[in-house]
């Protein structure tokens, strides 16, 4: 291959074709990010642990070069939600038709001509959600997962798989390498392999972070700020979790949530039997009148969501150009490129959306970010729910002041811990591990078992076969059995057993002596709802 250098770009000459593709072959990589990129290619399994903004892009596009050049070919996996229009085009420009795309939202005939290109050998490159991963793709060279603690990456339906975890088996196979990147890493990936710490960002403009003890959906002082935002004419995102499924006590006055004694867990609220309920053990408790930690008879269980803030936002100031950024409104890539061409037109003045909001794109101009519904995942009836809850704040963070000093309003009564990790996800890393040693993945394997039937009975009945059985397996512990957080889904009742040990051998032994027909394992589990 030889390539000439013309202006900017260099043209490069495909040995065996005619035909000449521009590329930009100069990924410029600093000091600090060739360092990185010397040590991925040191290990089998590698983590790159870099700030938004640290430039992880470049890094794995310098690596794919590399496999590029030793002739082999290489896999790029990103939550779909991850996949913008902006990496998107950065991608093509650099690797012209030697990258292709793969995802749900290709038409039936860009999926043909990708498929054709994969099974031709054009295609070098596939980058995609966890789709990606089982196409035919000869001569693999690599494989990079990006953001890797992204739960998209499990399938919530069978076989109930974690991509990552597949990749990651995939590269022992193969006996090639495979590269984790986040800027908020699972505590599972940075136990478990080497990693490289790659800090700061290329977005040097100050942020402010705000912290307000409330939970009105939308305070005075949002509003105020959000109405500054306007009269300056900058632009402003709201964020609220979409997790926040289930409805969770919390203290109006002091913020106090309700935690499984047992467990450490958010309880969730159950109406008809007026009662907080832990869906790991099932532990009950009536559902207090004055909170425990204050004393204040101000126990709410409120919670968020888009629609309902657009509308509040919109009602207060009925000029601005407010729209609606999640999955219900956001459903194709053409309407995604829209209204990111809209906000970055600054046809938008707000965007209010959950997680999608946070990913990935490149907003160029916003001053201010509102972030509510933080204690709602702090209180998740997750294991993980303070690790998922400081991501999606860093996540979002990330998101403004690219260009110039911003404000972050965070809607909290946990200001202590957020305001401790927030410029240091590592340090909280290395606190989280005691926390989990002796409950909780990475240091105990979880298996989760469900039973739904439209015969509540029927599910109920196997749910409690299975459990006599188990109950008396060695080396697994049967954590909690019992109803499922969301009782009903689709017409079908559902019960759940959640079971914990230290090697997950003896959990899949176990299963496979007692297992009911319609018993769904669940191992590693991410969901408990
Ligand atoms: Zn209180
Ligand atoms: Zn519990």
């Not at 000439?4 to 035909?19: A, D, M, Q, Y």
């Not at 000093?405 to 591990?433: S, Y």
Request: charged share 25%.
């Amino acid at each position: 291959m030889v390539p000439f250098k013309s202006g900017g770009t260099t043209l490069v000459v495909l040995s065996g074709t005619n035909e000449v593709i521009p590329q930009d072959i100069d990924i410029l990589l600093s000091v600090k990010q060739q360092k990185a990129l010397d040590f991925l290619k040191q290990y089998k399994v590698s983590l790159l642990f870099g700030d938004t903004g640290s430039g992880k892009t470049e890094i794995y596009m310098k690596y794919f070069q590399h496999i590029l050049d030793i002739k082999k070919r290489a896999i790029f996996l990103m939550p779909e939600i991850s996949l913008t229009p902006q990496m998107e085009k950065r991608l093509e420009e650099h690797f012209g038709k030697s990258i292709v795309m793969w995802h749900s939202k290709l038409t039936p005939k860009q999926k043909k001509e990708n498929l054709k290109s994969i099974y031709s050998g054009e295609a070098k490159i596939i980058a995609g959600p966890r789709s990606a991963l089982f196409l035919p793709i000869k001569d693999l060279g690599l494989i990079v997962v990006d953001e890797e603690h992204d739960d998209s990456y499990k399938s919530s339906s069978r076989p109930r798989y974690n991509a990552r975890d597949i990749a990651i088996y995939m590269g022992k196979i193969y006996n090639i390498p495979v590269v984790l990147g986040s800027a908020t890493p699972s505590l599972n990936s940075f136990v478990k392999f080497p990693y490289f710490r790659l800090k700061g960002g290329y977005f040097k403009a100050d942020k402010t972070f705000v912290y307000e003890r409330s939970v009105e959906k939308l305070s005075p002082m949002i509003f105020n700020a959000l109405g500054d935002v306007l009269e300056a004419k900058e632009q402003a995102i709201v964020f609220l979790p979409t997790r926040a499924n289930f409805k969770y006590l919390i203290c109006k006055d002091c913020g106090h949530t309700y935690e499984c004694v047992f467990c450490s867990i958010g309880m969730s609220i159950h109406q008809k039997i007026h009662a907080l309920k832990c869906h790991y053990c099932n532990f009950t408790q009536a559902i207090p009148q004055v909170c425990s930690e204050c004393g204040g008879a101000n126990l709410t269980s409120s919670r968020v969501g888009t629609a309902e803030a657009l509308q509040e936002i919109q009602s207060e100031f009925s000029k601005a150009r407010v729209e609606q950024f999640d999955r219900d409104t956001i459903t194709t890539q053409a309407k995604l490129k829209k209204a990111l061409k809209r906000f970055n037109n600054k046809e938008t003045d707000i965007l209010v959306g959950t997680q999608m909001l946070s990913k990935g794109h490149d907003y160029h101009d916003v001053t201010l970010a509102v972030v509510l519904g933080m204690d709602n995942m702090l209180g998740m009836s997750d294991y993980r729910a303070r690790e998922k809850a400081l991501s999606s704040l860093i996540q979002i963070a990330g998101r403004s002041g690219r260009k110039r000093d911003a404000k972050v309003i965070v809607q909290t009564f946990n200001e202590e811990f957020f305001a401790t990790h927030i410029d240091d996800f590592e340090a909280f890393l290395e606190d989280e591990k005691f926390y989990r040693e002796e409950l909780y993945p990475p240091y105990k394997k979880l298996c989760r078992i469900l039973f739904a039937h439209k015969n509540g009975v029927k599910a109920r009945d196997e749910m409690q076969m299975m459990y006599d059985s188990i109950k008396n397996e060695p080396n697994v512990e049967v954590v909690g059995y019992g109803k499922c957080a969301i009782e009903r889904v689709a017409n079908k009742y559902r019960f759940e057993i959640l079971l914990r040990s230290d090697k997950s051998t003896d959990i899949i032994k176990a299963v496979m002596r007692s297992k009911m027909p319609l018993a769904e394992v669940d191992m590693d589990p991410v969901e408990f709802g």
